[in-house]
């Protein structure tokens, strides 16, 4: 490597370029802190001139890169190893400067152009002119920076294009332009120092030419530009596994097709790495994937938690998600489970298809109630599981849906009994081991989770017998969130619609209700007549007072948080009926609300215990069918029979 120190002048002066390679990232500066702190340093040593202090360069930091081969016409070029981010920044700055001092009729704005695009002789001019050549995904926003020469003429540009109408975002270079425009005609605007505008101008101008530097590290031949940019980071924004993990595979793309042109293998079929990345990772640039998605109790980068996931299920190992970058290229090396960096990327381009449905399915789709278990139990543990039945094994309608069922099955039985989660990351890596391979992959999917290599808690398929006992009995509104109860209920409810009634799609936010109210001692009379007492004053007349324990007051405590007293409603009528009496409140559901689940207490003239029983025996029946037995032959069958509608959203 050779060092230079250059200044933001410097480094855009004469005839050249700098080409952001596709596998780096798109720009995500933003005004705090990375842009300010930028601002601060330039307007302090402005300052410094306009007060005529003795000034000295201020380094930004450093940027390496390393010259691309060019031949005839060409501009003369660099790759940008690292410091893309703080190269784009003092890019836009400079075209943020040249429309303001274009507004002010200043000389400097000619001056400005110059180190903007370049001009004179160049092979293709639509493409060489720009000093900066960024990827595909910020492109076009530099483009109009550079050439819409104002903010006015740039907003016309956004009404039409940067997907500002779809996403109601503006992008991150068109911000920074915002950001820097707005700093430095407030900067010319300030009554300070009582020099003239053209004076500041000026001094901005020299600032940036002689006081504010950075270190330019140009590699030579023998240097690895992979190694360089996996141990370099920009300041503020580290780079995430999804950044490292690209790089690594698009300069194994270059090195491939610099190969195939040399002759050392078949070039036929080998692409360039820009053809690759707009075919393949174009839409993983895609603002979908750059979502923060909390898992666990951590939020990543969606496209981080995909790699995790893929990388999980293809090593059928758990992943820790620190090392994904160093794992994943020690797969790739060792195994080499690809012939080439294409095939690579169209396997992952179909596992992140997969994944996306997973996420964001459509009502229809396959994955839908499935991906509501998944954020209602938190379970992203199973992702790999589900990534290699639709993915590897291929796995299509009625024998994905099984499949599905039945993973749903497990978790919904666990998640009633109350077993823990705490090692379904190894269960489930197990399973896609056990299956791997397998002729049949749902019979064996069956198998597995019915008798799984790991007898231990984790690893327990509660049988109806299990799940009658917990469903029955246990308080599940006290156990269970609220979240989960109402997927429960809303998956009930759904079954029990019949092929007479309406195919509703409920839209309107469901709350749980208690039909015999938490607070029943009002209006709710115990079988014996009397009007009961809460809670509170129950234990001081027992523990104070010597009364006798009321055990038909503590029986209803515990029964009204059962599964039989439970119900969806809309919050309004949840909240008009809460606390009220039988009557009235049947009268108001059975006038306001659509549900199945509701509806079917119309016949009852009394709610008390017995009829709580008797609920939770009819809703159990729904239970076991929607959420099949641990039994290979009734998974298969009885589950996706039960499982195929979707639940109540």
Not at 94 to 113: I, K, N, P, Y
Not at 115 to 124: A, P
Not at 168 to 192: S, T
Not at 499 to 510: G, L, P, Q, T
């Amino acid at each position: 490597m050779r060092p230079f120190s250059r200044s933001i002048i410097e480094l855009f002066d004469g005839k050249r370029r700098y080409l952001i390679p596709l596998f780096q990232r798109q720009y995500v500066w933003s005004a705090d802190p990375q842009l300010n702190r930028i601002w601060e340093d330039v307007s302090t040593k402005v300052e410094q001139r306009l007060l005529n202090q003795t000034t000295f360069p201020h380094f930004l930091g450093a940027i390496v890169i390393g010259q691309v081969p060019t031949f005839g016409k060409q501009v003369q070029s660099y790759d940008v190893i690292d410091g893309q981010q703080r190269l784009s920044t003092f890019q836009i700055l400079l075209c943020a400067f040249r429309d303001v001092a274009t507004r002010q009729g200043s000389e400097f704005a000619a001056e400005l152009q110059k180190h903007i695009v370049n001009d004179g002789i160049m092979e293709d001019k639509t493409v060489e002119r720009y000093k900066l050549w960024p990827t595909q995904v910020d492109r076009g926003q530099l483009k109009a920076i550079a050439d819409e020469g104002s903010p006015d003429a740039l907003a016309a540009r956004e009404k039409n294009d940067f997907n500002i109408k779809k996403t109601g975002v503006q992008p991150n270079m068109i911000r920074a332009y915002r950001f820097f425009y707005e700093k430095i005609e407030q900067f010319l605007g300030e009554p300070r120092f009582g020099h003239s505008v053209e004076e500041r101008v000026e001094a901005l101008f020299s600032s940036l030419k002689n006081d504010l530097a950075l270190v330019s590290i140009e590699l030579e031949g023998g240097d690895d530009p992979q190694v360089i940019f996996e141990t370099l980071n920009g300041f503020g924004q580290p780079l995430l596994p999804s950044d490292l993990l690209r790089n690594y595979v698009f300069q194994r793309a270059y090195k491939e097709k610099q190969r195939a042109v040399a002759g050392a293998v078949e070039s036929a079929d080998i692409k360039s790495s820009e053809e690759l990345y707009t075919q393949y990772w174009l839409p993983l640039d895609q603002p979908f994937w750059k979502t923060l998605e909390k898992q666990g109790r951590i939020k990543r980068a969606r496209i981080d938690n995909f790699f995790m996931h893929f990388l999980a299920m293809k090593k059928a190992s758990d992943i820790n998600v620190g090392r994904l970058f160093h794992e994943y290229r020690s797969w790739v090396e060792s195994e080499q489970p690809y012939s080439t960096v294409e095939s690579l990327l169209r396997d992952t381009s179909s596992f992140a298809d997969v994944y996306q449905d997973l996420l964001k399915p459509s009502r229809d789709g396959v994955f839908y109630t499935f991906s509501k278990a998944l954020t209602v139990f938190d379970v992203s543990t199973v992702v790999p599981l589900a990534l290699f039945l639709a993915g590897e094994a291929k796995l299509e309608g009625e024998r994905l849906e099984s499949a599905l069922a039945m993973l749903e099955s497990f978790l919904v039985r666990r998640a009633i009994c109350n077993l823990t989660n705490k090692a379904y990351n190894r269960l489930f890596i197990q399973i896609i081991e056990q299956i791997r391979g397998a002729e049949d992959v749902v019979a064996a999917l069956a198998s597995a989770l019915s008798k799984p290599k790991d007898d231990a808690a984790s690893a327990v398929w509660p049988d109806d017998a299990m799940l009658r006992a917990n469903w029955e009995s246990k308080p599940l509104y006290l156990e269970m969130s609220s979240g989960r109860l109402q997927f429960i209920l809303g998956r009930i409810e759904t079954a029990m619609r019949t092929a007479k009634n309406e195919d509703i799609e409920i839209k309107s936010a469901m709350t749980v209700e208690h039909l015999m109210p938490v607070k029943w001692w009002t209006n709710w009379p115990l079988p014996d007549g009397r009007l009961g007492k809460d809670a509170v004053m129950r234990s001081v007349e027992t523990n104070l007072m010597g009364a006798p324990v009321d055990e038909e007051s503590a029986a209803r405590d515990r029964a009204v948080h059962t599964i039989g007293n439970l119900t969806l409603l809309t919050q309004e009528l949840n909240a008009s009926v809460s606390n009220g009496a039988w009557l009235p409140k049947k009268t108001e559901i059975l006038k306001h609300s659509a549900l199945a689940i509701s509806r079917g207490i119309a016949l009852i003239e009394q709610w008390d215990e017995d009829q709580m029983t008797v609920r939770s025996k009819t809703l159990f029946a729904y239970a076991a069918k929607i959420w099949g037995p641990p039994n290979a032959k009734a998974a298969l069958t009885e589950t996706v029979h039960a499982g195929a509608a979707s639940p109540v959203a």
